[in-house]
Every structure is written in structure tokens, then in C-alpha cells.
């Protein structure tokens, strides 16, 4: 069997071993009050013409999608009451979103990301029916009933699901009747899923992923069931169920691929496991229901710190003198702010309405531990939670955005940043503060080869091929990875093998590169988030950081040299690292990490 199609034995398995406690509160409200923020502060950017500025950016250019996902959070805000003094500025967003079609329209061109904006404006459109002055009302209804779809959306992939998502809404408005436009955007893309539920935008981006599987749980929550209904509604569940074994304890997003450590990530886990968590509930399967509802709130806990802030930060970064610092660098003015600050908020606002919150949050995944997911075959990835720990190690890295190997060590309670939240790649794909890291770094080894070192974090999905073994026990997990290279895509090294144990003690891995002479670990020890400034001691064979009230311990035993410090910053979208080296004599090393 394949061991996607086991998910929910191995998933009510681990929550049949949680104990029965009672839940920290947290109120469904914080979607909206972390929706509130960013809102107002985009409101104040707002042009004469009714499109919203980015703060970051150039004043009177717009961030592509920024009007329309605006126009969708202050939709969600005002449905729940609140953010009522912003009606004039709602329609004034929408006003413009319709001039948009309707030049497009008249010049016989698409609408660049067409699909994104109007997925939003139509929500917002749906919750002014009935409050907007006649005239307006008649004005936007002719406007977006006006379009034909093949002519205004445009683009391929993740696209192609913003644009069936606009026409599930225009359908639900009584705007269109293009349903067979929805199913063959759909069919399409089919064979684009994992048997986990998954989709595979190019490269594997996790947020594509998770950006699709929110569109398909948006089209329901819009009254969508067509001809492929019953298929998505497997995905979605097969989806929710790999995302309750991928997600952190701290309730962050996996980090992989472009678009990431935004916080539109654990907003769309928020939207997807509110309405996956109704379905399980009509199921039946209210413990389920509960630890969905329960993964959902915990990654709009986890994004406080970074929103309820003016500004807010739109990144996990403290970043101020640099705010544009790990934004991707397809956006032409450099700031993806507003654009992303706003998907956030839109997300996190229908998380509010999405969620039924009679189902009781219950414990998840993550409050259980001794568990593992690994993706073999698409994503490339495997996850362990144990103890209060969690792991994430990437076996084939991407250049410009991920390297290879163990990429984030996290403590449920401790900033995700104080370890590793994410791997450090010397050709980022986004904006960087500092000088580019000279290499990529993740926790792992190096070794020898003509007179220079080589380290696995450098290896790329070319490289070499992965053996992958696991054993889970309820209190521990243990994983042994091996890379084997393919001719010479591991340089000076036929294989390298790294088993971890992963309990409440923290993580215990032995590296071995068979034949090598030595061998390295590289860590990232944590220098900066922007604001916050942490404290490092190097003691032989040890290293400490002390940070934000935690401690990140890392012990080499038999280390003969360092660790010592690389001259030169490694930044992350994260924050700004120093790259700590200890060296050990033969082919093999030991290391224990933990967080206190």
C-alpha cells in the first residue's frame, strides 16, 4: 500500500495516544485582529483612484494583486462588523478592480493575474449586495458579468486555480453560467496532485501547494460541486492529513521553494483546516475535526509577534532598516509587502468565517509526537516531531532557494528562528540585507577533496539518489538518511549517512562519510532576526546561542578542532547567521542539540 493511502490510520493512531487536556483558548477572533492590522495599515496607502501603494514600494504603483486581495480582507472584516469605517474605501477598491476589467475587456487583452484579483473583489462585491449606493451596485454587476473567462485570465499552473475560483464566484453571484470553464481548468491540472494530496507547481514550491489546495476548499465554501468534486474533496483530505505530520509545533509552515516564510503560508493552512475540520465533523470524526481546528488557530498564534505591529512585518523577520529582506525578486519595485501582507490578511479573514467554532479544538499531531512523513518522490522531503521536537530535512536541495540536508530543528515554545528555520543558499532568489552566504549551509558535514572542502549542503536534486529509513516509537523517532552519489555529484565522497534520534533530549546524529579523513559540521549559529541580538560562546567541541530567553546547545563529542566562526554572514529569510565549523578526525562525527 502506498503510504499516502494509510494517512488517516497513522494520523488517528497517533491522536488515539493524546492525553486528555485541556487546550490553551485561542479565540477564533485572532483571525480577524490579525487581519484588522494589516488592513488599516493598507488603508492608509490607498490612492485617489481607489488601488492601494505598497509601503516599500514606489508611491503610485500598485504591487500586482494588491487592490484585489484588500478588497477581499476588508470584504471578510466587514461581514464580521467590523472596519465599518472603511465602506467608502471597500468600493472605492472595487471600483477600481472593475475599470480593470473593463479596459482589458474593450482592448480584447486578458487582465494580467485577472484570476487573483477577482477571486477577492467578488467576495467583496457578494458583501456590499444590499449596502452599496444602486447605481454602484449595477454599475460593478454589469462590469463583472461582462468577461469572457478565456479572454481575461491568463496563465498556467497555480494560475489556472485562482481563475476557476473567480468563476466559482462570478457563478455563485448569478454572473456567469461558465461552469464548464471551472471543470476543464480543473482537468487540466490533474495529474499535477501526489497521492498525499499534494500539487506540484513547478520545483515543488510547498506555498503553491498549499495556495491550491486553499482555492479548491474556497470553491466549496462558494457553493461549488461540479463534475471533479468528488475528487478534490479527496485531495483536501489527503492534503490535510500530510499537513497535520509537516506542520511545526510552533505552528509555522514548512519552509521550500519561492514565495516562503510569508505569512499567507499558515493562513492558508488557517482556511484549509477550518473547512477541512467541518467536513471531518460531518464524518463524525470530531477528534480529527478538533486537532484540524486546533493546527489552524496555533499557526495564527505563531504570526502575532509579526503582524500586531506597525508596520507589520509580512516576513518572519524583524528587519526594519532592510523590510525588503528575504522578499522574492520577481516583483519589479522589489516589495512584496502589500501584496503578500494583504493575501495574509484575506486568508486569515475567511479563516474567521470558514471555522465552525462549536467543534472543539482537541489535541493534534503535534502535542502527541513520535512520528515521521516522508515525500520520496515529489517534495523531497522528510519531517520528524518527537518530544516536544521537530525536524525538517530537505534530501534534495533547490538552488537559489533551499540546500540540502537538515534545514530546520525547532522546540515547541522556543522562536523558530533560534536554531534553523530554514536552510541558507549562497544565490538567494529574494532580497538579502547582507553579502551573499559563500555556500550553502545547513546542520551537516563536510569533508575533504582537493585541497578544499565539500559539504552535502551543496548537493542538488542531480547529485546523488536517497535511501530513506524510519522507526517511530511514541516517545522518540529515529531516521537514518543515505546519499549515494551519482558518478561525481558528491565530490570526494561515494555516500554519506546521517541517522538521527529525534526525543525530549533533543537531537542525537551520527554522520558518517566513509573514507574521508576528517570530517566537518557546519551549524548556523543565530546572530540577529533585525531587532533581536542574540549571545554566542564557543567552547571546544561546543557552541551555545542565548536568545529571546532560550538556549540552542550544540556538543561534538571527540571534536579535535573548533569550532571556529566563518569570516562572513549567512543570511536566511530569517535573520543573519554566523556559520559555526567543528572538526573531527576519521571518517565519522557524533552531535547532540537541544533547546532550552
Known amino acids: 500500500m502506498h503510504p499516502a493511502l494509510d494517512l488517516e490510520a497513522k494520523v488517528d493512531a497517533i491522536l488515539a495516544r493524546a492525553d486528555d487536556e485541556t487546550l490553551p483558548a485561542v479565540p477564533a477572533s485572532l483571525y480577524l485582529d490579525l487581519a484588522e492590522s494589516i488592513v488599516r495599515q493598507a488603508a492608509r496607502l490607498q490612492a485617489p483612484d481607489g488601488h492601494v501603494d505598497d509601503l516599500y514600494g514606489p508611491p503610485g504603483v500598485e504591487t500586482s494583486t494588491a487592490t484585489g486581495r484588500y478588497a477581499g480582507a476588508v470584504a471578510h472584516l466587514l461581514r464580521a462588523g467590523r472596519c465599518l469605517d472603511l465602506l467608502e474605501s471597500a468600493m472605492a477598491a472595487l471600483d477600481w478592480c472593475c475599470d480593470q476589467v473593463v479596459a482589458a475587456y474593450r482592448e480584447g487583452r486578458a487582465w494580467r493575474g485577472s484570476g487573483f484579483y477577482l477571486k477577492d473583489a467578488l467576495v467583496l462585491y457578494q458583501v456590499l449586495a444590499g449596502t452599496a449606493p444602486s447605481d454602484r451596485m449595477e454599475r460593478w454587476t454589469r462590469d463583472l458579468a461582462s468577461y469572457d473567462p478565456e479572454?481575461?485570465?491568463?496563465?498556467?499552473?497555480?494560475?489556472?486555480?485562482?481563475?476557476?475560483?473567480?468563476?466559482?464566484?462570478?457563478?455563485?453571484?448569478?454572473?456567469?453560467?461558465?461552469?464548464?470553464?471551472?471543470?476543464?481548468?480543473?482537468?487540466?491540472?490533474?495529474?499535477?496532485?501526489?497521492?498525499?494530496?499534494?500539487?506540484?507547481?513547478?520545483?515543488?514550491?510547498?506555498?503553491?501547494?498549499?495556495?491550491?489546495?486553499?482555492?479548491?476548499?474556497?470553491?466549496?465554501?462558494?457553493?461549488?460541486?461540479?463534475?471533479?468534486?468528488?475528487?478534490?474533496?479527496?485531495?483536501?483530505?489527503?492534503?490535510?492529513?500530510?499537513?497535520?505530520?509537516?506542520?511545526?509545533?510552533?505552528?509555522?509552515?514548512?519552509?521550500?521553494?519561492?514565495?516562503?516564510?510569508?505569512?499567507?503560508?499558515?493562513?492558508?493552512?488557517?482556511?484549509?483546516?477550518?473547512?477541512?475540520?467541518?467536513?471531518e465533523a460531518r464524518r463524525r470524526n470530531l477528534r480529527l475535526a478538533g486537532a484540524l481546528r486546533r493546527m489552524a488557530l496555533a499557526g495564527a498564534k505563531a504570526v502575532r509577534r509579526w503582524i500586531l505591529q506597525d508596520p507589520y512585518f509580512s516576513l518572519k523577520h524583524q528587519m526594519r532598516a532592510y523590510p525588503c529582506h528575504g522578499h522574492d525578486r520577481y516583483n519589479p519595485t522589489g516589495s512584496l509587502h502589500a501584496a503578500y501582507g494583504l493575501l495574509a490578511a484575506n486568508l486569515f479573514g475567511g479563516a474567521h468565517h470558514c471555522a465552525a467554532t462549536g467543534i472543539p479544538m482537541a489535541p493534534a499531531p503535534t502535542d502527541v509526537g513520535g512520528y515521521t512523513l516522508h515525500l520520496a518522490d515529489a517534495f523531497y522531503r522528510v519531517w520528524a516531531t518527537a518530544g516536544g521536537y521537530h525536524l525538517q530535512i530537505d534530501t534534495a536541495g533547490q538552488p537559489g532557494y533551499d540546500a540540502t540536508g537538515l534545514g530546520r530543528f525547532h522546540k515547541r515554545g522556543a522562536p523558530v528562528e533560534l536554531a534553523l528555520n530554514m536552510s541558507i543558499v549562497p544565490d538567494p532568489k529574494w532580497h538579502i540585507a547582507v553579502a551573499n552566504p559563500r555556500r550553502a549551509v545547513a546542520i551537516g558535514p563536510g569533508w575533504p577533496v582537493a585541497g578544499a572542502w565539500r559539504y552535502l549542503a551543496e548537493a542538488n536534486r542531480e547529485s546523488h539518489a536517497v535511501a530513506v529509513t524510519t522507526r517511530e516509537e511514541n516517545s522518540a523517532v529515529e531516521l537514518a538518511v543515505t546519499y549515494q552519489s551519482r558518478g561525481d555529484g558528491l565530490p570526494g565522497a561515494t555516500e554519506v549517512r546521517e541517522c538521527y534520534r529525534l526525543s525530549d533530549e533533543g537531537l542525537r546524529c551520527r554522520i558518517e562519510v566513509p573514507g574521508a579523513p576528517q570530517v566537518h559540521l557546519q551549524a548556523p549559529l543565530l546572530e540577529t532576526d533585525g531587532q533581536l541580538r542574540s549571545e554566542v560562546t564557543l567552547a571546544p567541541g561546543r557552541a551555545t546561542v542565548r536568545y529571546a530567553g532560550h538556549t540552542y546547545a550544540l556538543h561534538v563529542p571527540g571534536c579535535q578542532e573548533g569550532p571556529w566562526l566563518e569570516p562572513w554572514p549567512a543570511a536566511n529569510r530569517n535573520g543573519i547567521y554566523r556559520v559555526a565549523l567543528f572538526q573531527v578526525e576519521g571518517p565519522a562525527l557524533e552531535y547532540h542539540a537541544e533547546i532550552t
Open 151 to 279: 479572454q481575461l485570465y491568463d496563465g498556467g499552473h497555480n494560475w489556472l486555480f485562482y481563475n476557476a475560483a473567480a468563476e466559482v464566484v462570478r457563478i455563485e453571484s448569478g454572473l456567469s453560467d461558465r461552469h464548464d470553464y471551472v471543470e476543464q481548468a480543473l482537468a487540466s491540472q490533474l495529474e499535477q496532485w501526489t497521492p498525499f494530496g499534494m500539487y506540484r507547481d513547478p520545483n515543488d514550491p510547498v506555498t503553491y501547494d498549499l495556495t491550491v489546495r486553499q482555492g479548491l476548499a474556497f470553491m466549496f465554501e462558494h457553493g461549488w460541486e461540479g463534475e471533479h468534486a468528488g475528487w478534490a474533496r479527496e485531495m483536501l483530505r489527503r492534503g490535510a492529513l500530510a499537513t497535520l505530520l509537516f506542520i511545526s509545533p510552533n505552528g509555522v509552515a514548512p519552509y521550500g521553494g519561492r514565495s516562503n516564510q510569508f505569512h499567507h503560508m499558515e493562513a492558508m493552512i488557517a482556511y484549509l483546516a477550518e473547512w477541512q475540520a467541518k467536513e
